[in-house]
């Protein structure tokens, strides 16, 4: 008995050692004091595609108003660029183009997607190369129209209307006119 005795004490003990020491008197809490965290995601409509190609070089915001200014437009850290068939991301799923990127806490005038050259779509088992319309200057922008605040998360969801942006005429030739809604989300780090 005495030597059950002696084991509950040196096992409560232990408990008692590991949870002090495990434990600390601060809360480690990374704050983003002149900052905001960003996410972007990109999902697609349901489309009549077969595949629907597109090259994302880069995901930007226009921080300034002038947007003819060099510096108005600030590039993200992209994770996801390259050639995605967005007709996978329809129902639900989606590809994380920006993943937690701390970007300064300025308004954002607007967000765009800046398309590489390796764009195609297939229609009826056949494939064709899109071409992007000379309107759209190889990206697409939507109105965000947001000031960012410090200690925020913010995650714009990118819904991309597949149908409505791709035009294939008479002659074979298919044209991207890109189309996109864009959701914002605000969660709180603290």
Not at 61 to 88: C, K, M, Y
């Amino acid at each position: 008995m005495k030597f059950l005795k002696s084991y509950k004490t040196a096992f409560y003990s232990l408990i008692l050692i590991l949870f002090f020491t495990s434990c600390s008197d601060e809360f480690d809490t990374e704050t983003y004091e002149n900052s905001a965290l960003v996410s972007v995601k990109l999902q697609a409509a349901p489309s009549t595609f077969s595949n629907v190609n597109i090259d994302i070089q880069d995901v930007q915001f226009r921080i300034l108003e002038d947007e003819n200014n060099p510096n108005a437009w600030v590039s993200l850290n992209a994770v996801n660029t390259g050639v995605h068939d967005i007709t996978q991301f329809s129902s639900g799923q989606i590809v994380v183009l920006v993943n937690f990127d701390e970007v300064p806490s300025k308004f954002v005038h607007n967000i765009r997607l800046v398309y590489g050259e390796e764009n195609s779509v297939v229609k009826d088992g056949i494939l064709y190369d899109l071409e992007m319309s000379p309107t759209s200057e190889h990206n697409s922008v939507n109105v965000v129209e947001k000031q960012l605040v410090s200690n925020k998360l913010y995650e714009f969801v990118i819904e991309f209307d597949v149908d409505n942006s791709i035009e294939v005429n008479s002659q074979g030739e298919a044209e991207l006119h890109p189309k996109m809604n864009t959701m914002l989300r605000l969660f709180n780090l603290f």
